[in-house]
């Protein structure tokens, strides 16, 4: 790990007291910026992550039709660029939280609304009978997905870098405000790490310590060239020139870098792909770097919905799911499983979207286990509709339906938590709640979660969509 610069004089001994001492500072001086303007930071939380919806429909709509009206009145229209607020056209509100429940900083990143667009694809004129569309709802998915690709390309690491044609969580640069470098330097201190020498900050965080600036990553690089082949096959786009699968390729365990998520399953130079494309850093220094299984499904999706899978790090990649999963380490340790998710049924998800939609069908040992644990875990409300519940109900249920819909499995199941979904859906606005997605682990234990309204609102769209597709032999 790399020394943490810029802590000097305010570092105190590792104690556990001056530890405790130095979390209690951290925490007056955040709150102390949120109090005091000149500190730039009034508006930095907010009690909710965006919108509350549209107003109640004057007629009755079908559940897609409610879900897709949810998504076209709280998209961002325009770039909103008002300080601690800043948001750009394309977006849908998304926030990051300290603690479960708020308060919430809003966030600008291409990695929700790609999920979301990868939704929207399925609200298509093709499937217009099958889901009983209007002319309009099509041209609002597609007015939607044009929107969130242009948003997607301003996080694209520029033509004159080294690490051209990569994309970024968050975006480049950052401005300081008045008092932030103190605030930055007290929050350094407090947070023991990553340092992953980057350069990517959250817009909306201005005092952000730039020691724990990220670089591009191949989750956020997957996804959004899945998005692109999308926008190409759909809706007109350019087709995708780019040998992207080279980014992945060069960023493999190879024993290279510092190793974060030292797993038994994972074992020495594993091959398989890392979450990090540091170009920018040196290489006599290279910051902590990891292997984690979700990444490496959403990497092996891409890849198989480009016919790439001959690309160096597959066949590692697919032998570290399967031995992930059949050696039970989602079932024993979960919340060490990935870095970047919680125990939220995104794995289920992940792994059969490589199998079903990227043609990864090597992965079928970890999908027939992954399928056998959402049966066993199932829960049956009153009404008999099934559910799963692990702290985030709807979003869990959405991700598991995607997920049996992808292996093949159990009808009669899928039926029920379709059932629970729609019974689940906010009858005026369409929406439905907002569950943590994925998450950040600082070295001190410090774990910010990422939610959104509208990406819940997507993934039972998704699933609904799917599961009529399948209920009319699609």
Not at 259 to 267: D, L, V
Not at 268 to 277: N, V
């Amino acid at each position: 790990m790399r020394d943490a610069p810029g802590c000097g004089e305010l570092a105190l001994p590792p104690t556990r007291w001056s530890s405790g001492l130095l979390r209690v500072v951290g925490a007056i001086s955040a709150t102390i910026a949120v109090c005091v303007s000149g500190c730039g930071a009034i508006g930095l939380f907010s009690d909710e992550c965006g919108s509350l919806g549209p107003p109640a429909p004057s007629e009755p709509l079908t559940p897609t039709a409610m879900a897709l009206r949810y998504l076209e009145f709280t998209q961002v229209k325009v770039d909103y660029l008002v300080e601690n607020k800043t948001d750009y056209a394309g977006d849908w509100p998304q926030c990051f939280q300290l603690a479960r429940g708020g308060p919430y900083t809003r966030d600008i990143t291409p990695f929700l609304p790609a999920f979301i667009h990868r939704a929207l694809t399925l609200v298509s004129e093709e499937n217009r009978g099958i889901l009983g569309l209007t002319d309009a709802e099509i041209d609002a998915a597609r007015t939607m997905r044009t929107s969130a690709i242009q948003l997607m390309l301003r996080f694209k690491a520029g033509d004159e870098t080294p690490d051209a044609g990569t994309f970024g969580f968050w975006p480049v640069g950052q401005r300081w405000r008045p008092g932030d470098l103190l605030l930055a330097s007290i929050l350094d201190c407090c947070w023991r790490g990553p340092e992953f020498g980057g350069y990517r900050v959250p817009a909306n965080f201005s005092f952000y310590p730039r020691d724990f600036a990220i670089a591009t990553d191949a989750d956020v690089t997957a996804v959004v060239y899945a998005a692109l082949l999308d926008n190409h096959i759909l809706d007109g786009g350019p087709p995708v020139t780019v040998a992207f699968g080279r980014f992945f390729a060069d960023w493999r365990d190879l024993g290279q870098v510092p190793q974060r998520n030292n797993q038994p399953w994972i074992g020495e130079a594993s091959g398989a792909f890392l979450t990090w494309l540091a170009y920018r850093e040196d290489p006599g220094n290279p910051g902590p770097n990891d292997v984690d299984i979700l990444v490496n499904a959403s990497v092996l999706y891409a890849l198989g919905r480009y016919g790439r899978l001959e690309t160096p790090g597959v066949s590692e990649a697919i032998a570290l799911i399967n031995e992930a999963i059949i050696s039970e380490a989602h079932l024993s340790n979960p919340d060490r499983l990935s870095l970047y998710y919680p125990d939220n049924i995104a794995l289920h998800y992940f792994v059969t979207r490589a199998y079903s939609e990227g043609g990864v069908t090597a992965l079928a040992p970890a999908v027939d286990l992954l399928a056998r644990d959402l049966l066993a875990t199932k829960q049956t409300d009153v009404a008999g509709r099934c559910f799963w519940d692990r702290g985030e109900p709807h979003l869990n249920t959405a991700f598991a339906i995607l997920a049996l819909l992808a292996a093949g499995q159990d009808p009669d199941v899928v039926q029920g938590a379709v059932d629970y979904l729609v019974s689940e859906q906010d009858p005026n606005t369409g929406a439905w709640e907002a569950g943590v997605f994925f998450l950040g682990r600082t070295d001190d234990g410090t774990e910010p979660l990422w939610s959104s309204p509208a990406l819940t609102t997507a993934m039972a769209l998704e699933a609904l969509c799917r599961y009529q597709f399948t209920s009319n032999g699609g």
